[in-house]
């Protein structure tokens, strides 16, 4: 008897996804809730479980485009479990494990190369997927192989630090390359020679079918640019305060909770206090009940925070950030990072923000214009630290260099007014700069 994999129903809004990657090769041996594949939609990637035990039949390709509800596989139950089964599991023996005075160590845990390289394998071999000291998904490993990629020196972003097709397809746009040989996204191999015996310099060229959430992510930018009518304004806050309380409490603040003190937890909250005094900034427009645009506002603060991840920018949500507290931001933005860079974000988590915040400075942008995250209202743009001739505010008329950032407001002029959208952007700047005010919730 055969069981159907089939996809599940992940959010009314996504009817269709992607297999990225499929996990298990066609045959081969699965346990019930084992992943098998991983889904990518335009929100959320997400991992597809085997429903039985049993030896898996692929009905679908990785790129392929299916529908939810869609049959991509099979798991034929009436399948025995190989007896080599248990050398494909999570600790695969190596040649070291034949020596008994050196247990065979987990993939995770990085064990020493093997001295000899292992034999050419057939994709129907490749199905553990583990090369000595790293593991890789399937594509992955076929990408690296066209194009003579030297796994070990690729960074796994995956679970577990696994090698994604994402993670190498980054090192073949990197100049990690090694000296004489060209890596390009089609092909591998060596630069043509010149009639001098002179390496030429490559023309090659690649093309690959843009990802359901790269294409969502043009959707939306597009559809900000053309529906909101939007501005920006500008200010720029002197970091000061906040950089020496960093400094002196970091080490304690990481002991008693766990988590490093970084800058975002000051703009979080210096963004809420602003949205409690300009609410309009955290305001939307809607359809009203008779069709016409209506005011939404919001009596909480849902704060997203732009990640950048393998896939692309996704902007995971910081629910009722009015009632964390620094400890409590910092947690959850590392919570949602960390998720985000592993691909494990669902839909849940990036829907239903209020206001967001974009940080381009960790990227060495000195300024920017953010755009809107529809149907939100309002974006803070964050930027780089630079050291500045100012005038000190501490001796009037005296210049000094001082570190310090540009901030970004981009609003919609349809429902928030320039004066509001400054008052709120000297808000930022107030409690950034005096940063106690944070701390007496002032």
Not at 76 to 81: C, F, T, V
Not at 196 to 207: K, T
Not at 342 to 362: C, P
Not at 387 to 393: G, I, L, S
Request: hydrophobic share 40%; charged share 20%; glycine share 8%.
């Amino acid at each position: 008897m055969a069981t159907d994999i089939v996809i599940p129903n992940v959010g009314e809004s996504v009817t269709t996804g992607v297999i990225s990657t499929w996990l298990k090769a066609d045959g081969d041996f699965v346990e019930r809730d084992e992943t098998v594949l991983e889904l990518e939609t335009d929100k959320v990637t997400m991992e597809i479980t085997a429903p039985a035990a049993g030896s898996l039949k692929q009905m679908a390709a990785e790129g392929d485009e299916v529908e939810v509800g869609a049959v991509v596989g099979a798991v034929d139950e009436s399948a025995e479990k190989p007896a080599a089964a248990a050398a494909v599991s999570s600790e695969p023996a190596t040649a070291e494990s034949a020596e008994p005075s050196s247990p065979a160590p987990k993939v995770a845990d990085a064990p020493a190369p093997s001295p000899e390289p292992a034999p050419a394998a057939t994709p129907a071999a490749a199905a553990p997927h583990s090369n000595g000291d790293y593991r890789t998904t399937p594509l992955a490993e076929r990408i690296a192989r066209e194009n003579n990629v030297d796994l070990s020196r690729v960074v796994g972003t995956g679970a577990g630090g696994k090698i994604r097709e994402q993670d190498v397809l980054a090192f073949l746009q990197s100049a990690q390359a090694s000296v004489g040989v060209l890596i390009g996204a089609t092909g591998g191999g060596k630069i043509p020679a010149t009639a001098s015996g002179q390496s030429g310099p490559s023309r090659a060229v690649s093309r690959k079918k843009m990802t359901p959430l790269r294409q969502r992510i043009a959707s939306r930018l597009v559809e900000a640019q053309q529906t909101a009518a939007m501005l920006t304004t500008f200010n720029e806050c002197d970091m000061t305060a906040v950089m020496a309380l960093r400094k002196r409490y970091k080490e304690a603040f990481a002991e008693k909770h766990g988590v490093g003190l970084g800058f975002m937890s000051f703009f979080v909250k210096a963004v809420v206090n602003g949205l409690l005094t300009s609410p309009m900034v955290n305001s939307s427009i809607v359809e009203g009940d008779d069709g016409s645009p209506a005011i939404e506002q919001h009596n909480y603060c849902d704060i997203a925070i732009a990640v950048s991840s393998p896939r692309g920018l996704v902007v995971p949500v910081i629910r009722n950030a009015e009632t964390l507290s620094f400890a409590g931001i910092e947690s959850k933005v590392k919570e949602l990072a960390l998720r985000a860079r592993d691909g494990k974000l669902e839909l849940s988590e990036m829907m239903g923000g209020t206001f967001t915040i974009t940080n381009g400075g960790i990227f060495g942008s000195l300024m920017s214009t953010p755009i809107l995250n529809p149907p939100q209202s309002a974006i803070l743009g964050m930027h780089t630290i630079k050291k500045r001739a100012v005038e000190n505010p501490d001796k009037p008329g005296e210049v000094s260099l001082r570190p310090m950032m540009y901030l970004a407001v981009s609003y919609d002029h349809r429902i928030i007014d320039g004066s509001e959208a400054v008052t709120f952007l000297v808000a930022i700047k107030d409690a950034i700069e005096n940063p106690e005010r944070l701390m007496l919730d002032l």
